[in-house]
């Protein structure tokens, strides 16, 4: 068993019936359904942009508008990720600066 700390988990991908951990240049491996692991993460960290992906919100670098309410996604470790069309108000909810 490895514990790997909340903190340094950057995103995490679904991948067939298994989760894959993106924590700095590791990868971890789970048998975990994305929308278990989505349920125990805290939502103030944690953001699901796509069916396939959650990310950390303390790793994003930036964050670009695309079409039809999509966005993608740039973490600090360079990694850029789209997010999925229904989940724009999420983003929008979290992510956008009000100014």
Same mark, same amino acid.
């Given at each position: 068993?490895? +514990?790997? #700390?909340?903190?340094?988990?950057? !995103?995490?991908?679904? +991948?067939?019936?298994?989760?894959?951990?993106?924590?700095?240049?590791?990868?971890?491996?789970?048998?975990? #359904?994305?929308?278990?692991?989505?349920?125990?993460?805290?939502?103030?960290? +944690?953001?699901?942009?796509?069916?396939?992906?959650?990310?950390?919100?303390?790793?994003?670098?930036?964050? !670009?508008?695309?079409?039809?309410?999509?966005?993608?996604?740039?973490?600090?470790?360079?990694?850029?990720?789209?997010?999925?069309?229904?989940?724009?108000?999420?983003?929008?909810?979290?992510?956008?600066? #009000? +100014?």
């Amino acid at each position: 068993t490895i +514990f790997v #700390p909340v903190d340094e988990v950057d !995103w995490i991908e679904a +991948f067939q019936n298994y989760i894959r951990l993106h924590a700095g240049h590791t990868t971890h491996l789970l048998h975990v #359904p994305m929308n278990t692991i989505e349920t125990v993460l805290d939502s103030d960290h +944690f953001l699901r942009i796509h069916r396939s992906h959650i990310v950390n919100l303390r790793r994003i670098a930036q964050l !670009w508008s695309i079409a039809h309410g999509q966005y993608v996604i740039e973490l600090k470790s360079g990694q850029r990720l789209h997010s999925g069309r229904t989940y724009g108000e999420r983003i929008r909810g979290k992510l956008t600066n #009000p +100014f």
